[in-house]
């Protein structure tokens, strides 16, 4: 069950509204109105508290539209926080931003299984490692810095260190909260069920 149940849409102030809206637009993956995860109960989660919504949407936005890092390498890293954080929800929506970023059913599978799995490039494998690093103990290692150096600049570096914490605390909230999956989430989820990672 919901510990904070989302906000109903008609119950939006209409700051939060617009604000959301704003959002949904700017970070849209598709244009096709009928395939996109609306996202409703962690909107409306946050539309219980307006001023740490859009504070939190400002920086996410950033991640989510204005990246230094490709689609492909952002989703790399969300996705390995949402299996290791156990955050379904999490999960759910990236394996769809995932899968319209051309990583592949097999990729995605394998993110689970880490770093070490065959198959990765090195600069991927220094995605995962650094995601790895940073949720166990808090800072990226030299080995793995030494590799993002070579390929990424500050910029790119920067996203990524921060693009961990947010996705971080974000699955904590989502599972903190008990933010539910809105039915078009179900097929994406570990197993198929709301539970199987709780």
Not at 28 to 51: C, F, I, K, M, Y
Not at 125 to 141: C, F, K, M, Q
Not at 149 to 157: C, I, S, T
Not at 164 to 191: H, K, Q
Request: net charge negative; with cysteine.
């Amino acid at each position: 069950m919901s510990r904070i149940p989302p906000l109903p849409e008609d119950d939006w102030t209409e700051e939060i509204a617009t604000y959301i809206n704003g959002f949904r637009s700017a970070v849209a993956s598709t244009s096709d109105e009928d395939n996109r995860q609306p996202g409703t109960n962690l909107l409306g989660t946050l539309a219980q508290h307006p001023s740490l919504a859009m504070a939190f949407l400002s920086f996410n936005r950033h991640l989510l539209a204005h990246s230094t890092l490709s689609v492909r390498h952002r989703e790399l890293l969300v996705l390995r926080i949402a299996y290791l954080r156990r955050a379904e929800y999490e999960w759910a929506q990236h394996v769809i931003l995932a899968e319209r970023a051309g990583i592949t059913a097999d990729e995605i599978a394998r993110i689970e299984d880490g770093p070490d799995t065959v198959g990765w490039s090195p600069i991927e494998r220094a995605l995962l490692t650094a995601t790895d690093e940073l949720i166990v103990g808090g800072a990226i290692g030299d080995d793995t810095w030494a590799v993002l150096a070579g390929k990424f600049d500050r910029e790119q570096l920067m996203d990524v260190v921060f693009t961990v914490g947010c996705y971080s605390m974000l699955a904590t909230a989502l599972r903190s909260f008990g933010v539910r999956p809105e039915p078009g989430l179900v097929p994406y989820l570990p197993n198929h069920s709301v539970s199987s990672r709780d």
